[in-house]
């Protein structure tokens, strides 16, 4: 009996790693339903708040921030529904500079992207790639330290973003 309590844990567990039931912590990103290598945070505070709160942060940092794109609405231009969407790209050119002399494909994500998105029920998220996918994607093995400080530092973004 013990072995079947064990796998019934054991299956219990994952099957809550792979739900969006469980409930998430506010600290804790986890990955998202629809793509695995973006971790997401739910946001305590408006759509417009956390855009502003994301952006303030990346400034207070002084990370340089590079645009703001606001999706729905470039959607409506095209006359296309969509709901509250807003991309956000920053980064640390010092930091980021070091994937791309790892190899250079890895500025097909660089400089950082955080996504701001409301869902019908007027949940707000903020979702972004996590950094050891894109080291894993583009077989960087030698910027460890870096892909720590970048996923620590975007973490504290869209933390603060999101309280």
Known sequence: MPRLSY????????????????????DTPIRAERAADILTLKSANGFDDTVTKLTGDVAAKGIRHFATIDQAELAGGAGLPLGRSTLVLFGNPPLGV?????????????PV??????DAAGAVTVSWTDFSAIASRYSITDRTAQFKMASEVTLSIATAATH
Do not use: H, K
């Open 7 to 26: 796998l019934t844990l054991l299956f219990t567990a994952a099957a809550c790693i792979c739900s969006p039931v469980c409930a998430q912590t506010a």
């Open 98 to 110: 070091q994937f791309l002399q790892s190899n250079p494909y890895a500025g097909l994500d660089w």
């Open 113 to 118: 992207r955080m996504l701001v998105t409301e």
